[in-house]
């Protein structure tokens, strides 16, 4: 069975922490996706990485790094977090190449900046 | 940047009506999907279209991609509670493996 596995499914954490949410698949992606849900606003991209160490900013990466030393795991990184960041976080990966393929993603990891 | 915008944002409809759910955009892609996202769970794949006024069905679901690949439909008939969720389309992002959303359309179905 196909996995993408979030290390937490809730956090709180304190306004100026620097906050680390890890994503581990094991389908051999080659594509992992960070993105942040928002109601009304469905799933926008914070980051997108293609390779190990490669990554593109998505419609929203202010506020975000990321980390892909790993084929396999994917990090999304709150420097110093906000208010503003408090929202649900989604990772998902994809296969490389096909443009139709399918997208798996994990539980996701309701995040609180108190 | 490209953009998908879904409506209605919200549909609230008693179990055995029918539904349609839009979702639009000003660029043209070369392909959408359609997920479903259940409280506390991640979204997951429904359906994939690829040509041009393509129709594909799914049981109860009915999804259509429009003649010039700007928008998509879904169509439930004889909606169920089962089907209460939030529905996403989604496509690749000036052709590339960047895959954007759309805004969703949360659908609650009561018995």
């Known amino acids: 069975d196909v996995k993408v596995t979030q290390s937490s499914r809730y956090l709180v954490k304190r306004t100026g922490e620097k906050v680390f949410l890890e994503c581990v698949q094991d389908?051999?992606?080659?594509?992992m996706f960070w993105y942040r849900q928002d109601p009304g606003l469905g799933l926008r991209l914070i980051y997108f990485?293609?390779?190990?160490?490669?990554?593109e900013k998505g419609d929203i990466p202010e506020g975000y790094s990321v980390s892909r030393e790993k084929k396999e795991r994917f990090s999304l990184i709150l420097e110093s977090a906000s208010t503003n960041q408090t929202s649900m976080y989604l990772c998902?990966?994809?296969?490389?190449?096909?443009?139709?393929?399918?997208?798996?993603f994990g539980q996701g990891t309701r995040l609180t900046v108190v | 940047t490209q953009l998908l915008e879904q409506s209605p944002q919200f549909l609230s409809i008693q179990e055995g009506e029918n539904l349609t759910v839009y979702c639009n955009s000003s660029?043209?892609?070369?392909?959408l999907q359609w997920y479903r996202q259940e409280s506390g769970e991640g979204p997951v794949l429904l359906v994939t279209?690829?040509?041009?006024?393509e129709v594909k069905k799914l049981k109860r679901l009915t999804f259509q991609f429009g003649d010039a690949r700007k928008d998509s439909s879904l169509h439930i008939t004889a909606a169920q509670p089962g089907d209460t969720g939030l529905y996403l389309c989604?496509?690749?992002?000036?052709?590339?493996?960047?895959?954007?959303f759309g805004t969703g359309t949360r659908l609650q179905v009561f018995p």
């Open positions: 990485s293609y390779d190990v160490k490669m990554k």
């Open positions: 389908m051999d992606h080659e594509n």
């Open positions: 279209v690829v040509t041009g006024g």
């Open positions: 660029s043209v892609f070369s392909s």
């Open positions: 989604a496509g690749p992002s000036y052709n590339t493996d960047k895959l954007i």
């Open positions: 998902a990966s994809r296969r490389q190449g096909a443009m139709n393929t399918e997208a798996f």
